[in-house]
């Protein structure tokens, strides 16, 4: 499995990025996809998450009604829409995906809010 982020940026506060992960060799199973944020001298932390198969989506209390996680299966592309930024925000955001617990990482886009 290959997960690979874009998206990343510098926005202003209040603002909005879309990040994108695209997802290949992934296999027909029940799976998970999630994004997840590490800022500088802080523990990684899961901002949303989907359940592939029913659709349901899963947020961190900090992004709930702000960011939405979506999938595009035509595509292989999961989404992370980022509204209403806040400077706490600012974070490595990185794309994972796995059965049961995540096992593939993606190398991460950087988002920055000012």
């Known amino acids: 499995v290959q997960l690979v982020e874009s998206g990343g940026g510098s926005v202003q506060a209040g603002g909005s990025l879309r990040l994108s992960c695209a997802a290949s060799?992934?296999?027909?199973?029940?799976?998970?996809m999630g994004w997840f944020r590490q800022a500088p001298g802080k523990e990684r932390e899961g901002v949303a998450h989907?359940?592939?198969?029913?659709?349901?989506?899963f947020y961190a209390v900090a992004v709930k009604g702000r960011f939405i996680i979506s999938q595009d299966n035509a595509k292989n592309m999961v989404y992370l829409q980022m509204n209403s930024l806040k400077s706490e925000d600012t974070a490595m955001y990185y794309c994972?995906?796995?059965?049961?617990?995540?096992?593939?990482w993606g190398q991460g886009t950087q988002v920055t809010v000012s």
């Open positions: 994972a995906e796995g059965s049961g617990t995540y096992t593939n």
């Open positions: 060799g992934l296999a027909y199973s029940s799976y998970c």
């Open positions: 989907l359940y592939v198969r029913g659709d349901e989506t």
